[in-house]
């Protein structure tokens, strides 16, 4: 009796975006309402699927997560693809070695410096002096209260995301050209997350402007 074997489903031709976070929260909860705002319904997810996995842990174990998605995608289709490993600085002992695993095996990184929530700030705005990452939560709680506690820490501040993100943006590039001058790139404050929305936005504007093309 013949044995026929069991094809795995064929890929569509679109692009996969995946973000493995730290946080459990307030990462994941920003950039899914950055996807619902910003990434057009028109644009299906066989086209762009952005994929959130949050809560993975330390930057160690977020890169090792993030390595393993990128094994997962490769294929004859897997040119468009990208993972993101999106983490604080904190104090984590592997930090540096974090990093230099996700380059080395073409992860894309997304660092802030104490934490998240200066991204969250940077809406609002600037901020050049050195911050705690309690201070940093605080000061985002009174910039937008429904990021308090009882709320459990989920910036979701929908005209901040929708109409300040470019303010974020520059203040993010501003924060990483400061810190660059003093000799420490990364230094505290600083974010990267503005590379990633970048990214975000630019497969949007390309997947627009084929759409408009084949009409």
Not at 39 to 64: A, E, W
Not at 73 to 102: I, N, T
Not at 153 to 173: G, L, Q
Request: hydrophobic share 30%.
């Amino acid at each position: 009796m013949k044995r026929f074997s069991r094809k795995a489903p064929a890929r569509e031709p679109g692009t996969i975006m995946i973000v493995v976070t730290e946080g459990e929260k307030t990462e994941p909860g920003y950039l899914k309402a950055f996807k619902e705002i910003h990434v057009p319904t028109h644009i299906k997810k066989s086209v762009f699927n952005l994929r959130i996995i949050p809560g993975i842990g330390v930057p160690k174990t977020v890169v090792d997560r993030a390595i393993q998605e990128l094994q997962d995608l490769q294929g004859p289709l897997s040119g468009k693809d990208s993972v993101w490993a999106m983490f604080d600085r904190d104090e984590h002992p592997e930090f540096e070695g974090a990093k230099d695993k996700a380059r080395n095996k073409g992860i894309h990184l997304v660092v802030s410096n104490p934490c998240f929530e200066i991204w969250g700030i940077y809406h609002y705005q600037d901020w050049e002096g050195h911050i705690e990452r309690g201070q940093c939560q605080k000061r985002l709680e009174e910039l937008c209260p429904s990021y308090g506690r009882n709320s459990g820490k989920i910036f979701i501040d929908r005209d901040a995301i929708e109409n300040r993100y470019r303010d974020a943006m520059r203040r993010a590039k501003e924060s990483l050209n400061s810190r660059e001058k003093e000799g420490d790139p990364e230094g505290n404050p600083s974010t990267s997350v503005h590379r990633l929305i970048n990214a975000i936005l630019s497969k949007v504007e390309e997947l627009k402007s084929k759409n408009h093309a084949r009409r």
